[in-house]
């Protein structure tokens, strides 16, 4: 099971954090090899993420075969 909610300070609208904390970035990677596809159904459903943080999160995670950069903004 992953768990993405350490993400969450780093994503959000507002957020001062520049980086994803190592546990997101374990939860990150997990849900890209298990279910890539709910990873875009997270972002376009939540209008409270920073959407260029979201699309910074793969490399930030070092996590290269992510689905975010298909993924449409809002």
Known sequence: ???MA???LFLIK????NSP???CCFGF???VQSNPDCIC???QNSADFNFTKVLTSPSACQVFDS???KCDGK
């Open 29 to 31: 990677e997990t849900a």
């Open 41 to 43: 159904v997270a972002v």
């Open 1 to 3: 099971m992953y768990d």
């Open 21 to 23: 904390i190592p546990s």
């Open 14 to 17: 507002g957020s001062t954090d």
């Open 67 to 69: 689905p975010i950069n």
């Open 6 to 8: 350490d993400c969450l």
